[in-house]
């Protein structure tokens, strides 16, 4: 006997639901037609379904995001750096409570304290034929901020393969959720010839049919649901061996448009604002944002940066800054329109040399019109780099606080933690640091404005 089973999945959605509807729909009378033939079939989400840029996501803190999953009937679900790091530690932890789906992740356990009941290693799914699908997941390392927030994050790839050598013997399938990006999933298909079938995500890889290494095949879907992935599986029920792996990514915009997505976004968006139009501070005069000089907004930025890590300097580049700060009452929702970015502070120690090669660096001319994408960053352009008490004297010397910066000596750099991944200043993802999380830069700038105003 021949089994078709059917897979579908999403990864990386980032709380765009522009498509949600149409894909759901799509699915859902997929999974109904597949259903009359005898055909099983399980719907997966492979991590990142959330991303606090988001209103909706963000006055909900994700319990809207998993409202969502329950309501499309999600089989698995596995998390992403959106969800494991963006999170406080209670959050993440009550996160799935009213989860009507399986929340797998093999690599994340409390530092201290007892697991939450959704969080498994593994799942086995069964068809009504009796076969069985062993399902793994793991999530990409961010061991300072994971350890920060009271969660202990172990290497991925060997964890997978550990469980998947339990798992072998047990199942008829193997298929992994990896939020590890495709380089990682290469490198275990290499080492994991036991699974059969590699979910990819966290990269925004998009594999219209799968790619093939070591016989293993892998998915992607890109991002922001742009497409649906379906993974169709033959097994032979006589020689217990899979005889197909088919994958195709259904591009989404392609489907039917519905009459009422534009109405779903708008209730999501409203009933977003709605929660997060509590009262915070009154102002008394208009704080103007600009990308490419110092602003209003931006020096009292930093006064909230500098007040809140007493460190000695700051830097961060003025596209973080995204509407103006109003006068009069200002709210939650006024606030996360300036920072949407899921983004937090790290405080750096640099000596003196070593800061004014950052300041050197930051004057680059190219930066202020790149259309930055990733890192946390949810704005446009970069903008201007804004340095703020340090700076450069006529004679080419560092001053810090209006000082002449002592060379050896040891200086704390409040800064983005985007900055800190080595992409714009490679020194800093080997210098001490401290992430200073659960707090984003909205809930700091909140902090102060409560104090200040």
């Known amino acids: 006997m021949l089994e078709t089973i059917h897979i579908f999945h999403t990864n990386d959605i980032h709380s765009h639901f522009e498509y949600w509807i149409r894909m759901q729909k799509y699915i859902k009378e997929q999974r109904l037609e597949y259903a009359k033939c005898g055909e099983a079939s399980f719907l997966m989400d492979i991590g990142d379904h959330l991303d606090r840029s988001n209103i909706f996501t963000e006055a909900t803190l994700g319990k809207g995001n998993v409202k969502l999953l329950n309501e499309a009937e999600y089989d698995v679900v596995t998390i992403g750096n959106n969800e494991g790091i963006t999170l406080s530690y209670d959050e993440l932890y009550t996160l799935y409570d009213e989860a009507q789906f399986e929340v797998i992740v093999a690599n994340i356990e409390p530092i201290q304290g007892e697991k939450p009941k959704w969080l498994k290693p593994y799942t086995i799914l069964q068809t009504k034929y009796g076969t069985t699908i062993g399902v793994v997941a793991a999530t990409a390392r961010f061991d300072a901020f994971y350890e920060e927030l009271n969660w202990h ?82 097994f032979n029920h006589t020689t217990r061996t899979l005889t197909k792996k088919d994958e195709i990514a259904i591009e989404n915009a392609l489907l039917p448009e519905l009459n009422e997505e534009g109405l779903f976004l708008t209730e999501l968006r409203e009933q977003g604002k709605q929660l997060l139009q509590t009262p915070i501070f009154e102002t008394k005069k208009f704080y103007n944002k600009e990308w490419f000089h110092y602003s209003n907004l931006s020096t009292l930025f930093a006064e909230a940066i500098l007040d809140f890590t007493k460190a000695d300097c700051t830097m961060f580049n003025a596209g973080i800054l995204l509407d103006d700060l109003k006068k009069g009452t200002i709210t939650k929702y006024d606030i996360h329109k300036i920072f949407p970015h899921p983004i937090n502070l790290c405080v750096i120690e640099l000596t003196g ?101």
């Open 153 to 234: 994050v172990t290497e991925p790839r060997q964890k997978i393969i550990d469980i998947v050598n339990q798992l072998k013997e047990q199942v008829d399938i193997v298929v992994c959720l990896s939020h590890l990006g495709i380089t990682e999933d290469e490198l275990l298909a290499a080492e994991c010839p036991s699974i059969d079938v590699i979910f990819g995500a966290h990269t925004h890889h998009l594999f219209q049919q799968g790619k093939v290494v070591n016989n293993v095949l892998l998915t992607g879907c890109g991002k922001f649901g742009m497409y649906t992935g379906h993974l169709t599986l033959q």
């Open 353 to 453: 040399t070593e800061l004014k090669e950052v300041y050197l660096q930051a004057q680059n001319q190219d930066w202020p019109m790149l259309e930055l994408k990733g890192l946390g960053f949810r704005g446009t352009i970069f903008g201007k780099m804004l340095t703020y008490q340090f700076s450069m004297n006529r004679h080419r010397e560092l001053l810090i606080n209006n000082k002449v910066a002592l060379p050896d000596q040891t200086y704390k750099l409040a800064t983005l933690d985007m900055f800190t991944f080595g992409y714009f200043f490679p020194n800093f993802k080997y210098a001490k640091k401290q992430y200073l999380l659960p707090m984003f830069l909205r809930d700091i700038f909140v902090s102060f404005g409560e104090k200040k105003f």
